[in-house]
């Protein structure tokens, strides 16, 4: 036997106490690591969550969306098309996504290879859209990783790209993003993926935008300069079923 679901006003609720006791925790990693919490954006990652949850959020001030799987982000994104709401795609992304991607991601965070960056570039051109790309930065290197890594290109190769995107029709370089390996500390990844960040920034300036950060390991992230992190879990709770 399954529990009901909760009403709009308890999850609503629920909602805000996540929200609060991860705004608390930003704001103790900022004041740890001598950083104003203005440069950190939030971001709801709402995989498996209802568009009606996005609209919750959004009513307690939250402006950041992120998803993994396009077959989910769509609709979601198509249902909340009124609100005022910066959408990103954080998962990996086939090229042969790219399209329907570009047709309402704000920000794709894990580009991590050359036929990613022109197709991102040919459909935005389709969409008439510009769309910010990060480079997802693989950090598994020198871990002991049991099954697959979390993704990303190899720090060597992450200069290339930004060029890449840099040079691209329709696309905006960003900056970083990285997922810190699974079963090691984070801070030593993270402080690794502050150093990538540092070169490329000599070369793009403006490419300020370094997303890492979870809700297991988000203290450290902030501690190594991230500016974005993607939240799942502890604003939302355990995983659920969609019910739109």
């Not at 950090?139 to 060029?163: C, I, M, Y």
């Not at 905006?172 to 997922?179: I, P, S």
């Amino acid at each position: 036997m399954t529990s009901a679901l909760p009403s709009s006003d308890e999850r609503r609720a629920e909602l805000a106490e996540g929200l609060t006791e991860v705004r608390a925790r930003i704001a103790a990693a900022c004041a740890a690591a001598g950083r104003d919490t203005g440069e950190v954006t939030l971001i709801a990652v709402t995989k498996t969550f209802p568009a009606s949850d996005v609209r919750l959020l959004a009513g307690l001030g939250l402006t950041d969306v992120g998803e993994n799987r396009d077959q989910e982000a769509r609709p979601k994104a198509a249902a909340c098309a009124d609100l005022p709401l910066t959408w990103h795609f954080v998962g990996r992304l086939q090229t042969n996504k790219a399209r329907a991607v570009a047709g309402y991601a704000d920000v794709v965070h894990s580009v991590d290879r050359s036929r990613l960056v022109t197709a991102l570039s040919e459909a935005a051109g389709r969409t008439g859209r510009t769309l910010r790309c990060l480079v997802q930065v693989s950090l598994d290197e020198d871990v002991p990783q049991e099954g697959p890594g979390r993704g990303g290109a190899a720090p060597s190769d992450v200069p290339r790209l930004a060029d890449e995107i840099a040079g691209a029709a329709n696309l905006e370089f960003g900056g970083l993003m990285a997922v810190a390996p699974l079963g090691a500390d984070p801070r030593p990844a993270f402080a690794r993926l502050a150093e990538v960040a540092v070169g490329i920034r000599r070369a793009h300036p403006s490419a300020t935008v370094l997303s890492a950060g979870m809700s297991g390991d988000l203290e450290q992230a902030v501690a190594c300069g991230a500016t974005h992190l993607r939240v799942g879990t502890a604003l939302l709770g355990g995983r659920r079923a969609i019910v739109r």
